[in-house]
């Protein structure tokens, strides 16, 4: 009796168990649930927004002055920081050979001029001598035909010799002019209305022009204060289209809270093809002087297209280092489509590829999706 009494709960036990094995196995045999996935449709759109662009402010006009003239600098009226006006005195070089060379022309000119008032004297003398004769040759035998012949080449060589001398004054007149522009090329002159930002020199040095003494020395650098180039490095992504005389925005870090606006004026139309961006500038008129050139700015560039491209969400583009794509699904089968990535416009991103407008793609772009994978997608409007 006692063994029959043990023998009962130990085949319950066994049915219990295998109960628990029937129970596990039909649990692991049943099929994993659909992942759910949020989806959206890919859009068509022209593009038509605004990129913030770094650019840099600089001067509309900016030269180093040099003297045209090699010579000692006498005086100089102006440093770091001067106002100057178009045409104002900025420095005096004093040069001793130009005034004996200018001493020199003189003497020539006015004795060329001598040369030529004796010649006109000679040719007025021999024109009375030779129509004296003449008037005398009509009663006959007074004057001999040769005599007469003599008088008339003689006037024909003094109106010759009076027509070189001429041409030898204004020679010399022309060179004496030229010794004095040289003369005034030592008073060095403002060539436009600006600002000196730097002087190099002081009294007692020696400057001159390209290929003389002091060459490499500039005496001073003026720069325009009230009008400026605002140079932008536009991407040649962003470069197509440009609207050449559109006011476009933009902010300097020495104003915060302000923004400034100035209108496309140049555009180079040439990518260099190290950085793949183009120059542009804006014509900055800065009437009160507020700006200074070589500041950085951020400038809000408009970017836009005049045919229409196609747009997802941001987030929708992966990347595995490898490529980019999106996930398309269709037919609840996921599919990784390569793109390339345009301009950004909100929380859309421009998006180049194998898909057309009404695709659905993945919201959320992952790498953990792996094509071919079955899901079940949810559509939610784009943002």
Avoid at 341 to 347: D, E, I, M, R, V
Wanted: charged fraction near 20%.
């Amino acid at each position: 009796m006692r063994s029959a009494a043990l023998l009962v709960p130990l085949a319950i036990a066994l049915v219990c168990t295998c109960c628990r094995q029937d129970t596990g196995g039909a649990a692991s045999a049943a099929p994993p649930a659909t992942p759910q996935l949020e989806v959206t449709a890919v859009k068509s759109a022209k593009l038509n927004t605004t990129e913030r662009l770094p650019a840099e402010l600089t001067p509309y006009e900016r030269v180093e002055v040099f003297a045209k003239e090699s010579g000692f600098v006498k005086s100089i009226a102006v440093d770091r920081g001067s106002k100057v006006k178009q045409g104002e005195l900025m420095a005096e070089l004093e040069a001793p050979e130009l005034v004996a060379r200018q001493a020199q022309a003189n003497a020539a000119y006015e004795s060329a001029q001598s040369q030529l008032a004796a010649g006109q004297a000679r040719l007025a003398s021999d024109q009375g001598t030779y129509q004296h004769m003449s008037a005398a040759s009509k009663v006959a035998g007074v004057v001999a035909a040769n005599d007469l012949e003599i008088a008339q080449k003689t006037v024909q060589a003094d109106e010759a010799n009076v027509e070189a001398l001429e041409k030898t004054v204004q020679a010399a007149q022309e060179n004496l002019r030229a010794v004095s522009q040289l003369q005034s090329y030592l008073r060095i002159m403002a060539p436009f209305d600006g600002q000196v930002t730097t002087r190099y020199v002081h009294p007692g040095a020696l400057v001159g022009p390209a290929g003389g003494p002091g060459a490499s020395t500039p005496i001073v650098q003026v720069q325009t204060l009230t009008r400026h180039r605002l140079v932008i490095p536009v991407p040649e992504y962003d470069a197509a289209d440009i609207p050449v005389g559109t006011a476009v925005s933009f902010t300097v870090p020495s104003y915060p809270g302000r923004v400034f606006q100035a209108p496309i004026a140049r555009v180079s139309r040439a990518v260099d093809d190290k950085t793949r961006t183009m120059p542009v500038e804006l014509d900055v008129r800065d009437l009160r002087a507020e700006l200074n050139p070589g500041m950085f700015c951020e400038v809000s560039w408009p970017v836009r297209r005049d045919y229409s491209t196609l747009f997802v969400p941001a987030s929708a583009v992966a990347n595995d280092l490898e490529r980019a794509f999106v996930i398309r699904i269709e037919n609840h089968r996921a599919d990784w489509i390569d793109v390339k990535t345009g301009a950004k416009s909100g929380n859309l991103i421009e998006v180049f590829g194998k898909l057309k407008e009404g695709d659905q793609v993945a919201v959320r772009g992952t790498d953990q999706i792996r094509p071919g994978a079955t899901v079940a997608p949810h559509f939610v409007a784009s943002p």
